[in-house]
């Protein structure tokens, strides 16, 4: 049977309290990326999400983002290769002490988009999974959009695992439409599950101008916070499940 993952960006916390509905997503999700401190989360999110993600059989996924709580880390944040590693280091610890069990690492916000169009973010955050890997004495995948990051997780050993997204709106060069523009953020269940099916089935997304994009995608995210997120996640399960696509986690 053919499958693919479904994963949200949970336990995104600020200042105590919850910006998605993580008990709702849980139970439909295959993967979680949860947030460690760097947009959103503390160490006690962190905890109460890795337990919901035990009791749910969801892969654990870390997202760790710029350090910049104030704007979500949605803002390219101007900080040195260095620094930028040691910050996602003390992300992935912080998952890691709030006893996860990381099966994959996927940058957040600004340090997504960063890391798939600059090399010195890419490897920085790659050397960074790459320690994490070592001491657990397993590779851990990178999960994003591809680009620089893919070259710098296979220098450092690591697997690349391309996403697509099931609630944002693609430019016809591949990127996504930014946040506050017109096309940013899908927010029908029923456009998104066509989309799941499509991106599963086909490799195919269709860009805001019509354009047809080909990905190899293996997993697809529906951000937790999106207005609607329980509702068009739940469409796009049961529009792969219907299809024969199996949703399950690949890590």
Known sequence: MHAIDLNA????????????DDAAMFAVVSSASIACGGHAGDDASMRVAVAAAAAGSVAVGA??????????????????AAQLRADVTA???????????IRYVKPHGALY??????????????????????????????????????????????????????DRGYRADGTLVPRGEPGALLQGAAEVAERAVRLAIQ?????????????????????????????????????????????????
């Open 9 to 20: 960006d949970l336990g995104e916390t600020v200042r105590g309290e919850p910006t998605a």
């Open 63 to 80: 997202h760790p983002s710029f350090r910049d709580t104030a704007n979500f880390g949605r803002v390219r944040i101007t900080v040195g």
């Open 91 to 101: 992300q992935l610890d912080a998952l890691a002490a709030a006893g996860a069990d």
């Open 113 to 166: 988009h960063a890391v798939s169009a600059e090399r010195g973010a890419a490897e920085a955050v790659a050397a960074s999974v790459a320690e994490l890997s070592a001491r657990l004495g397993r590779a851990v995948p990178v999960l994003g959009l591809d680009g620089e990051i893919a070259a710098a997780a296979a220098a450092a050993g690591l697997s690349f695992v391309p996403e697509a997204f099931l």
């Open 203 to 251: 490799g195919e997304v269709v860009a805001v101008d019509g354009t047809v994009l080909v990905t190899d995608a293996a997993s697809l995210c529906v951000h937790g916070d999106s207005p609607g997120a329980v509702a068009m996640a739940l469409a796009a399960r049961r529009a792969l499940t219907a299809e024969g696509v199996a949703v399950r986690a690949p890590w």
